[in-house]
C-alpha cells in the first residue's frame, strides 16, 4: 500500500491544509507518527515530532526550536476521518490545545475558539462532546503525572531516528 496523504483541517479558520511534507515514522491502526517542519517560518520553534492517537482523540507533539531544543509537548484536540479509498487521513483540529512545559507548567488555549465555534454551530453536538471528553481525559491524564503513557512513543521513536 502507498503512504497514506494527511490533511489537517481548522475551523477557524476554516482551511483543509496536506501535510505533504510531513515524514510518516510510523502507521498503525490507532497512532500515527510524524517528523515535520513548521509550516510557515517562525522565531521560537522550527520543527517537532507528533504522535496521533486516534482513538483517543489527541495529538500530542515534542515541538523543537532552531538550536534543536524541546519547547515543549504541544497537544491538539482531534477527530480522524480516514478514507480508504483515498488513502487519505484528515485530521480535524477541534481547537482546543493544552500545552505541557518542560517544568511541568499546563496551559489550555483556545477556549475562546472553541466557545466560537459551538456558538456559531461549526461544531455539531457529539463533536462537541467528543471535545470536552477528550481534553478532560488528556488534563486528568496530565495531572495525575501518567503524560508519559503519551510522550514514550515519541522519545522511543527520536531514539530509534537520531
Excluded at 510557515?40 to 534543536?68: E, H, T
Excluded at 505541557?100 to 461544531?123: C, K, R, S, T, W
Amino acid at each position: 500500500m502507498s503512504r497514506p496523504r494527511l490533511f489537517r483541517r481548522r475551523f477557524i479558520p476554516d482551511e483543509n491544509i496536506e501535510l505533504k511534507d510531513d515524514m510518516i515514522l510510523a502507521l498503525e491502526p490507532n497512532l500515527i507518527i510524524t517528523s515535520w517542519n513548521v509550516l510557515k517560518p517562525r522565531r521560537d520553534i522550527s520543527r517537532g515530532v507528533s504522535a496521533y492517537f486516534i482513538d483517543k482523540g489527541i495529538k500530542v507533539s515534542k515541538v523543537f526550536d532552531n538550536a534543536g531544543q524541546m519547547v515543549y509537548w504541544y497537544c491538539d484536540i482531534i477527530e480522524t476521518h480516514y478514507d480508504e479509498k483515498e488513502n487519505t487521513y484528515t485530521f480535524n483540529d477541534l481547537l482546543i490545545d493544552v500545552v505541557v512545559y518542560p517544568d511541568g507548567q499546563v496551559e489550555v488555549l483556545d477556549m475562546d475558539e472553541f466557545a466560537d465555534a459551538m456558538e456559531q454551530g461549526i461544531l455539531s453536538v457529539g463533536t462537541i462532546a467528543h471535545a470536552m471528553r477528550a481534553t478532560d481525559d488528556l488534563l486528568h491524564t496530565i495531572y495525575a503525572g501518567e503524560f508519559e503513557k503519551y510522550t514514550h512513543y515519541i522519545d522511543d521513536m527520536l531514539k530509534v531516528i537520531s
